[in-house]
């Protein structure tokens, strides 16, 4: 099992950057490919990106590719999501998520067996 901690949230104006950071404690790090998602009020949870493991391969949203960027670091157990030029739709609960690496899926919450409590990201206009 694994138990993650998001944080780095915060209000924002648009335009302006966030970086979110993922905790993980509990199993192998890297034995898990691991993800972001977001919920907006009154929206389903989305997917907003995802890495397979360290310098592996990265997925993106449409809404969010070539402003967000996913990475991670195994020696400290955390998956970072850097929000650049960002939007008020933007404005939302984001969720780090864990799975086994030997699972194929990563695109869907669905995939996802971890989650953590979620930090709040708000950008005004």
């Known amino acids: 099992q694994v138990r993650l901690v998001e944080s780095g949230g915060g209000s924002v104006q648009a335009g302006g950057s966030l970086r979110l950071s993922c905790a993980a404690s509990g199993d192998t790090f890297s034995s898990y490919k691991m993800g972001w998602f977001r919920q907006a009020p009154g929206k389903e949870r989305e997917f907003v990106a995802a890495n397979r493991w360290s310098g592996g391969s990265t997925y993106y949203a449409d809404s969010v590719k070539g402003r967000f960027t996913i990475s991670r670091d195994n020696a400290k157990n955390t998956v970072y999501l850097q929000m650049n030029s960002l939007k008020p739709e933007d404005t939302a609960v984001y969720y780090c998520?864990?799975?086994?690496?030997?699972?194929?899926?990563?695109?869907?919450?669905?995939?996802?067996?971890?989650w953590g409590q979620g930090t709040q990201v708000t950008v005004s206009s």
């Open positions: 998520a864990a799975v086994p690496a030997f699972r194929n899926s990563l695109l869907t919450s669905g995939d996802y067996d971890y």
